[in-house]
């Protein structure tokens, strides 16, 4: 029953969307249409949606191995920042060199700058009981405003007309184009291995079984010898190093410079993401499709049906509801009763 | 159907006193048959035993009654008229009140609160907790309600449970396994607090593996095997060894046990082990000294909640490690080790409870098995190798006769004796030096009883030191060579289990053991000496 939901869950997602469509005044199906099957029917559209399913499924990816121990990594939005620093900066100070190590150091660089910010929840939690989610989440606007600090300060292009942005990065600090016309880049290449690579670690190593044990029974995991403080440090550090993969994807991808943002919240989609997902690898993958197509639909809504870009994040947020709603009402039943009175008339 | 309903040939008690009558019940789930056309009668006023091993039935017939699970045929009369429990909370309406073998209370509530939840609206918390103690005292159950439940141990919940129950007056008693936790002299208590109900008009279903207990406190037995009703009998007039053998349809094996080799090695050496508890409502150490050799058992009695649980923690490694303390396992300082380090050294550990410490509930009983003997081949390189993982799991399933589904049953989908079974049987298959276990056959039947004692004795013929904490007296005079008791939180000398009984040792369990003692526990590391000296 477990996997059902997600599929309720986006069932219900689809049928709010006719609903809130018609309540807007537009024609359901055709908006339906415009959200949901224009993005997708040409080649350029499929290649939009791996390219943008590719950073969702690496942060998700990264925070069940998290989720499913018991740590609750709510920062992947800033670890995703912190790598893609990391990453540009190395792209800004090797501008031109052309080397083909270029790129590697880049993905190298980008994992160690949100492990790196993952491991300041991990310490705090581990040496202070720090709440790891307050402390994750606040340090995603944290690193906002370093990446902001960076673009207005030390990489802000000298040419770039005292607009907040890096140079653009030369094609060595880029992914390859796979498809002629489209941004796929082979960065789904690297979402796909760590997507594997997350796979194996959950449900073939004995450390992912570890975190299993650690998550759905403390005290066996305590009884059984496994350190806890090693949980939240893989835990967090997992979810860092995919995070940081992912803001890499982005600024050596479709951005190919440093910008003042560089992800429309994708780290916290991609919590969505993995639960849809229920925290395992081929589920976070359909699910990162879908979460994608969220984002397609919502700029496809913007420009054709004329509708407000909160549109994204309102189906964002109706999927997760009625992915939690539909896990309560498969664990519970509700019942009406008045439990004052039962008693009495069973008595009778 | 009305309350003179033919006298048929499962009821034994006359027609017109019964309160509770089940007919041709029968429970099937995907892997066994629970019940199979089960018919069940309770008089007024009776203390009705249900007998049975492990999965027989035993609880999932009473999870029936009480409204939890659902037949799939057969049908209940209560006070003569058919009835359909839909829930426990019905059930507690019309009169039944049940106390769980696996305990339903809020860990992170007190025991008023805990109480309060059960009853119906919304009772006054201050009145109700005087109402606890009043209720408490009167049956000889202890309980402070302001506690948090959390806090509590085994033997204490229950008694919460108990009190729960009494509190609600009910017509019919369901009690599973209730006085495993209890010392000889409150399990007496608790016969008279039954009795006395009884003597009141309350019903009581009674289950227990305890054979004597059931001869002197039941009116009579239905004995369950497999799931069908196998005979019924007038306990009083039975023996222990009949009631067994109709039980297991065989005789009882007995436990062979030659008397130790001396001279072993230390295997575990507690020198002095002092130590607050980490919880406000735990009990803090006080000097502890224990010493288990090589080739012998070690039993510590003891009421549950006098330090049992902070001891075994200590020697496990699970308390937190705040200084260094006198622990020695296999002769290296393991004061600060981790749990995982102690295993390392030949440590195995059969923890108190079993579902969320001992085992994984919604792992396999093949995950589980990886739990603590990943050390045994499981693991290479990192991965787990999953084929070694499943062989360990079936072969701990066939050596002790664990009832399940195979090794991919899921560990919470065990009866409370098949799990701990396997847990036993998952620690003793890693041939561990020093083995340390808390209530070794704790919910377990007869049959598997004998089966767990002999295996430990026989782990101890090939050179394991043991280390058991039972609060079965009968069960440690059984198998131990040396028996100390813990008492608020202070261990008593141990003594040679040929030299003393359970009388000596039932009255050191109130802690006065300095009486009998002229040589109060020297100070240091003294245990070997004592031991050499008494010996």
């Known amino acids: 029953m477990r996997f059902v939901s997600p599929l309720v869950a986006a069932a219900l997602t689809f049928a709010a969307g006719l609903v809130l469509f018609s309540a807007l005044g537009r024609d359901p199906l055709a908006a339906f249409h415009a959200f949901f099957v224009q993005p997708i029917d040409d080649w350029n ?135 002629e016309g489209t941004r796929l880049n082979a960065g789904v290449f690297v979402a796909a291995a760590v997507v594997a690579a997350g796979w194996w670690f959950m449900e073939r190593s004995f450390g992912g079984y570890t975190m299993r044990v650690a998550g759905l029974a403390d005290a066996a995991a305590r009884y059984a010898g496994f350190s806890a ?31 003042p943002s560089v992800s429309p919240g994708y780290g916290f989609a991609a919590i969505i ?62 019942r009406i009763a008045a439990p004052a009175r039962a008693p009495r008339e069973a008595a009778a | ?175 599973d396994e209730p006085t495993s936790v209890l010392t000889p002299q409150a399990a007496r208590r608790l016969f008279e607090t039954l009795r006395k109900l009884a003597a009141e008009g309350c019903s009581i279903l009674y289950i227990s593996h305890k054979l004597d207990e059931i001869r002197e406190l039941c009116h009579r037995a239905t004995v369950l095997r497999a799931g069908k009703v196998t005979g019924h009998c007038d306990p009083r007039r039975e023996t222990a060894g009949s009631m067994a053998r109709m039980m297991i349809g065989k005789d009882l094996p007995h436990c062979e046990h030659a008397p130790a080799r001396e001279g072993g090695v230390p295997r575990l050496v507690i020198a002095g082990l002092s130590r607050g508890a980490d919880d406000p409502f735990g009990v803090d150490l006080q000097d502890v000294h224990l010493t288990v050799h090589a080739g012998e058992i070690v039993g510590i009695a003891g009421v549950s909640g006098n330090g049992q649980r902070e001891l075994l923690a200590a020697i496990s490694g699970e308390a937190r490690l705040g200084g260094k303390l006198p622990v020695r396992i296999c002769s290296v300082e393991a004061g600060r080790l981790s749990p995982g380090r102690r295993r390392r050294l030949g440590m195995c550990f059969v923890p108190e409870e079993r579902l ?80 340390v276990v808390s209530q070794p056959t704790w919910g377990v039947d007869v049959g598997a009883a004998a089966f767990i004692r002999q295996s430990l004795v026989d782990l101890r013929n090939a050179g394991a030191a043991i280390l058991v904490v039972s609060e079965e007296l009968d069960e440690l005079f059984e198998i131990c060579d040396r028996i100390a008791v813990i008492a608020k939180g202070r261990l008593s000398p141990a003594r040679r289990a040929a030299d003393s009984d359970v009388e000596e040792i039932g009255q050191w369990m109130s802690g006065l053991w300095e009486a009998d003692d002229n040589a109060p526990p020297p100070a240091g590391h003294g245990s070997g000496a004592q031991r050499a000296a008494r010996a």
């Open chain 2, 356 to 435: 969320g410490r001992g085992a994984v509930p919604e792992m396999t009983l093949a995950e589980n098995a990886l739990l603590t003997a990943h050390r045994r081949g499981m693991v290479r390189a990192g991965m787990i190798r999953f084929r070694a993982m499943r062989e360990f799991a079936a072969r701990c399933i066939e050596r002790f006769g664990v009832k399940c589904g195979g090794p991919e049953a899921e560990a919470k989908s065990l009866s409370g004796g098949n799990l701990q079974k396997f847990i036993v049987g998952r620690e003793m298959l890693q041939e561990p030096k020093l083995l």
């Open chain 1, 45 to 179: 559209g499929v290649a939009e949606l791996a390219l943008k399913a590719a950073p969702l499924m690496l942060c998700a990816i990264g925070l069940a191995i998290g989720f499913r121990a018991g740590v609750w990594n709510i920062g992947a939005e800033g670890q995703l920042a912190v790598g893609a620093i990391a990453a540009g900066w190395l792209a800004v100070g090797f501008h031109g060199a052309g080397s083909a190590l270029l790129l590697p150091a880049m993905v190298a660089a980008g994992a160690l700058g949100g492990m790196a910010w993952a491991a300041i929840p991990a310490f705090l939690k581990t040496r202070f009981n720090a709440n790891e989610i307050l402390t994750s989440l606040m340090l995603v606007y944290v690193a906002a405003l370093l990446l902001s600090w960076v673009v207005h300060g030390p990489l802000r292009d000298p040419q770039g007309f005292n607009f907040p942005q890096s140079k653009e990065f030369h094609d060595a600090a880029l992914y390859p184009l796979l498809l």
């Open chain 1, 229 to 259: 403080r090693r949980t939240v440090w893989v835990g967090m550090l997992a979810g860092g190093a995919a995070a940081g993969l992912a803001g890499v994807g982005e600024v050596a991808g479709p951005i190919g410079q440093l910008l």
């Open chain 2, 1 to 175: 159907m009305t309350a003179t309903a033919p006298h048929d040939a499962a009821a034994g008690a006359p027609a017109a006193g019964r309160l509770l009558e089940l007919r041709g019940i029968t429970k099937r789930y995907p892997a066994v048959v629970a019940n199979e056309n089960v018919d069940l009668a309770v008089a007024r006023g009776e203390i009705h035993a249900v007998l049975g091993e492990n999965g027989a039935g035993k609880s999932t017939l009473m999870k029936i009654i009480y409204g939890v699970v659902k037949p799939d045929a057969g049908r209940m009369l209560w006070e003569g008229r058919p009835v359909v429990v839909a829930n426990p909370a019905h059930a507690r309406a019309i009169g039944i009140g049940m106390v769980f073998q696996h305990f339903s209370l809020f860990e992170t509530l007190t025991v008023v609160e805990n109480v309060a939840l059960a009853l119906p609206g919304a009772p006054d918390l201050a009145r109700l907790a005087r109402e606890i103690e009043r209720v408490s005292e009167l049956y000889g159950l202890p309980v402070d309600p302001r506690r948090l439940v959390h806090s509590l141990s085994v033997g204490e919940r229950q008694r919460v449970e108990v009190v729960r129950c009494l509190l609600q007056k009910p017509k019919l008693l369901i009690m």
């Open chain 1, 273 to 334: 993401v993995a639960f849809v997902g229920r925290l395992h690898a081929g589920g976070i993958v359909l699910a990162s499709l879908l979460m994608s197509l969220l984002y397609l639909g919502g700029e496809s809504a913007q420009m054709t049906l004329d509708l407000p870009s909160a549109i994204t994040g309102l189906f964002q947020g109706m999927l997760l509801f009625f992915l939690l709603a539909a896990d309560v009402f498969i664990s519970y039943r509700l």
